[in-house]
């Protein structure tokens, strides 16, 4: 996940950055990106659907000054067009059952200028190559147990399906980045108007 955010698109002319991560489960990414960008006076709202997702996080999180957790539908997000500099998913667009809306979505709250970014298992993904991954990085505890739940469970999505969402909603500067040997992809994009170059 921080190679994922490290890759993130930098908004311009934002020297306080507003982030939306939806689809935020129990909150650690949140979090994770709360306090990446604590120190320039950045704020995190996060969204999930499911209530017991959200006092999961409000309880492990809720005290963290700069992130704010909201329960909500990421196809239709209570907040106004261009409220953010960037939106951010794991593993959603795979999940929901439309995809382009989802893109679409994304695209109305980030500001001209701002990114859209999200990770997503691919093809090659699968509980055999999890199962080394786990063994080659030495995971434990929560992060080996949920790579083996997202390997079995989890629909996967080709990166070039991706892109093409990315590219018919209108999207700039489009990168594809791959992870963990390619079993994971990171797609970032930028809203037109003032052009954004990748991390």
């Avoid at 957790?69 to 239709?76: I, S, Y």
């Avoid at 939106?87 to 701002?114: F, Q, T, W, Y």
């Avoid at 090659?124 to 469970?153: E, K, M, N, P, Y």
């Amino acid at each position: 996940m921080r190679d994922w955010q490290a890759d993130f698109p930098t908004p311009r002319g934002a020297s306080t950055g507003a982030i939306l991560e939806l689809g935020c489960g129990p909150g650690r990414f949140s979090r994770y990106l709360a306090t990446r960008v604590a120190a320039g006076g950045g704020r995190v709202e996060a969204l999930d659907k499911d209530p017991a997702m959200i006092a999961r996080a409000r309880q492990d999180f809720g005290a963290v000054a700069n992130l704010t957790f909201l329960r909500g539908d990421a196809l239709d997000v209570a907040r106004p067009d261009g409220a953010y500099d960037l939106v951010v998913a794991a593993s959603l667009l795979n999940l929901v059952a439309a995809p382009a809306r989802l893109i679409a979505e994304m695209c109305r709250l980030v500001r001209p200028g701002g990114g859209l970014a999200v990770l997503i298992p691919t093809p090659h993904f699968d509980a055999q190559q999890a199962d080394r991954l786990v063994r080659r990085l030495r995971l434990a505890g929560f992060s080996a147990a949920a790579l083996a739940a997202w390997a079995r469970s989890a629909p996967s999505m080709a990166p070039t399906e991706a892109r093409r969402l990315f590219a018919e909603a209108g999207l700039t500067d489009i990168h594809v980045h791959r992870y963990l040997d390619g079993a994971i992809a990171g797609l970032s994009g930028v809203m037109p108007g003032c052009g954004t170059p990748p991390l």
